[in-house]
């Protein structure tokens, strides 16, 4: 079975662009999340998804990100425009849920790297 | 307070010795947790999930859970270099909440 798929796997872009991320959860997970990860403050939550609606964006950090999740299989997040402070890894998760499992399936990641 | 704790390490321990890893949270009312394995340059991979307080055994991982005690713990039975990684404890709250990790390295 496949997992999740991200892409790119490395953006390397110039501060002020615009940036797509993309995700494919695995088939069947009503859930999706979007992390961050940095050796300073390690694996962040961004905003998770349940059946296409955004249910948390609390720790999306400010207005210049945005995500979507149009269809059960495709999400994206956006950074318009990028800063140099965004370089991080970003990783889509999957999951099924009830009211106590949450076991999360992760993606390769995405290593963003803004100049 | 943070919401979940861990020792950043990093712990090493010798090829064949018992690795303890601990974590503690900071919300009562937490019913699932997790431990996920991470190589450098990988992404999380999940290793253990346990709901109940006691003692969950896959192969050489033990997890340990004290919700009294609001602890949990990963113990690896006979390491491998190949177990040294970030281990990351997770605890669902609202929503997921990740420790900072633990390196562990298993020298041969």
């Known amino acids: 079975d496949a997992g999740v798929i991200q892409s790119p796997r490395h953006e390397v872009t110039e501060m002020g662009q615009e940036v797509t991320l993309r995700c494919k959860p695995i088939s069947g997970h009503d859930y999706l999340f979007w992390y961050r990860q940095t050796m300073m403050r390690g694996l962040e939550l961004l905003i998770y998804?349940?059946?296409?609606?955004?249910?948390?964006d609390s720790g999306m950090p400010e207005d210049r990100f945005s995500a979507k999740m149009p269809n059960a299989s495709f999400s994206t997040l956006k950074i318009q425009p990028s800063e140099p402070r965004d370089s991080a890894v970003y990783f889509c998760a999957s999951s099924t849920d009830t009211s106590v499992r949450y076991e999360q399936y992760f993606g390769p990641g995405t290593r963003l790297t803004v100049t | 307070q943070k919401e979940v704790e861990q020792n950043s390490g990093p712990l090493s321990v010798p090829e064949g010795a018992i690795a303890s890893l601990n974590c503690t949270y900071s919300d009562r009312g937490s019913q699932s947790f997790f431990w996920y394995r991470q190589y450098s340059g990988k992404s999380p991979e999940l290793i253990m999930s346990?709901?109940?307080?006691g003692d969950k055994e896959d192969g050489r991982f033990t997890a340990q859970l004290n919700k009294a005690s609001q602890y949990v713990s990963l113990l690896i039975r006979d390491s491998q270099p190949s177990d040294s990684a970030t281990y990351l404890c997770?605890?669902?709250?609202?929503?997921?909440?990740f420790g900072a990790g633990t390196r562990l390295t298993v020298k041969p």
């Open positions: 997770a605890v669902k709250i609202n929503d997921m909440r």
């Open positions: 998804f349940n059946n296409n609606v955004p249910i948390d």
């Open positions: 346990i709901y109940s307080n």
